[in-house]
């Protein structure tokens, strides 16, 4: 088992900065990649980053990319998503994900944009920035 623990959601102004932590627990060694998303109200999740956990490869949706950057702490089992430039359209419930299933490199862009890869969530943290 994994549990995932999200944190440092807020409120900020367009153009402003957040940094939300992963903190994931028990079968750590396990894991092959985490992944971020985001769920607006009425919309459906869609994907934003993710991180292979050994390598630290990353993969972006192209809505975030220059602005986003996902990076692992491999001592402390943490996931951080540093977001910068952030706008109103940003503004969603972020949820981190992780994934013992591993794939070959020509995979990853395709299965760790998809919800159904990953195994274990995160409850979510709020991110709303204003216009």
């Known amino acids: 088992q994994v549990q995932l623990v999200e944190s440092g959601g807020g409120l900020v102004q367009a153009g402003g900065s957040l940094r939300l932590s992963c903190a994931a627990s028990?079968?750590?060694?396990?894991?092959?990649?985490m992944g971020w998303f985001r769920q607006a109200p009425g919309k459906q999740r869609e994907f934003v980053a993710a991180?292979?956990?050994?390598?630290?490869?990353?993969y972006y949706a192209d809505s975030v990319k220059g602005r986003f950057t996902v990076s692992r702490d491999n001592a402390e089992n943490t996931e951080y998503l540093q977001m910068n430039s952030l706008k109103p359209e940003d503004t969603a419930v972020y949820y981190c994900?992780?994934?013992?299933?591993?794939?070959?490199?020509?995979?990853?862009?395709?299965?760790?944009?998809?919800?159904?890869?990953?195994?274990?969530w995160g409850q979510g943290t709020q991110v709303t920035v204003s216009s």
């Open positions: 028990g079968r750590t060694f396990t894991m092959y990649a």
């Open positions: 994900a992780a994934s013992r299933r591993p794939v070959t490199r020509g995979s990853r862009s395709l299965e760790y944009g998809t919800s159904g890869y990953y195994n274990y």
């Open positions: 991180i292979n956990w050994s390598s630290g490869s990353t």
